[in-house]
């Protein structure tokens, strides 16, 4: 019952398809003999065919709207399908190109950014937003230049409020004029409300679907709840992959496996 091809995922959702993400095995991620996380592989390896994708995503997303949107969601329709890894793979990408980029772990209740950067413990967005922390003691400095963090903080039982609160969109609306985009590592929709009112202070949306296993139902429920689906959501990304399995489903695959790899660095 989940999406296996781009036309699944465009006749179910009615959204384009910005990028198929492939599947990498730990074999794959070794970069002088250590493997590194996925997010990273697209600094060492930025014309791989991960590199191509997650560029794909950033700029068709950018190229979304006649005004550049700076405020980027991403999130997926429940747990497990690679929506943080999308989002601080955009994020290496973004700042590689020499954008000011701000990632914000806004998934408050799992913070996966926020742990990946070892700052699961220390102040951030909620302290900020409660008046707990200075700017100073909330943004910390990303592992690369042009990189910037602002992890989700002190955990607390007001998370829908916090999220969907007019002090929030203030503080996006701030933002908008510091970076040149911020990239929000959103919850998943279906589990909480929180990405449905947080989908209302954002330009765009990137909605991740993990392959051939998110159900195309609860995709579909999770689109609605987001606020004004068809102006905000950028598109679609089918993740993790797997390209050589793909080519049975029509030729296109078959050459989107074989023939277009010598595009793709090593």
């Known amino acids: 019952n989940g999406f296996a091809t781009i036309e699944q995922v465009e006749q179910t959702l009615q959204l384009p398809v910005l990028a198929m993400v492939p599947q990498l095995a730990d074999s794959e991620r070794r970069i002088q003999g250590h493997a590194v996380p996925i997010p990273e592989y697209v600094v060492h390896k930025p014309l791989s065919r991960l590199g191509e994708s997650v560029r794909s995503i950033r700029v068709s997303t950018q190229m979304s709207d ?52 070892n700052l699961a413990d220390g102040p ?45 969109r203030a503080l996006l609306h701030v933002l908008r004029s510091l970076y040149d985009v911020v990239i929000i590592d959103a919850p998943p929709l279906t589990p909480v409300i929180d990405s449905a009112l947080l989908s209302k202070h954002v330009d765009k949306v990137v909605f991740v679907v993990r392959w051939r296993t998110t159900p195309r139902q609860i995709a579909a429920r999770a689109v609605a709840a987001i606020d004004r689906p068809r102006q905000k959501i950028a598109g679609v990304v089918l993740n993790n992959i797997q390209p050589g399995r793909m080519s049975s489903y029509s030729p296109y695959y078959s050459y989107y496996h074989k023939r277009f790899q010598n595009y793709y660095a090593p």
């Not at 302290?127 to 690369?144: H, K, M, N, V, Y």
């Open 66 to 117: 006649a005004d550049q949107p700076r405020l980027m969601m991403v999130t997926s329709a429940l747990p497990s399908e690679g929506k943080t890894t999308i989002a601080l793979s955009l994020a290496f990408s973004a700042a590689l190109s020499k954008q000011r980029v701000l990632v914000i772990d806004c998934d408050l209740r799992h913070c996966s950014t926020s742990k990946y950067f």
């Open 124 to 168: 951030g967005l909620t302290d900020l937003l409660l008046g707990q922390a200075t700017s100073e003691q909330a943004f910390r400095r990303g592992p690369i230049p042009q990189m910037s963090i602002l992890p989700a903080g002190t955990t607390t039982r007001q998370t829908p409020d916090i999220l969907g609160s007019e002090t929030m």
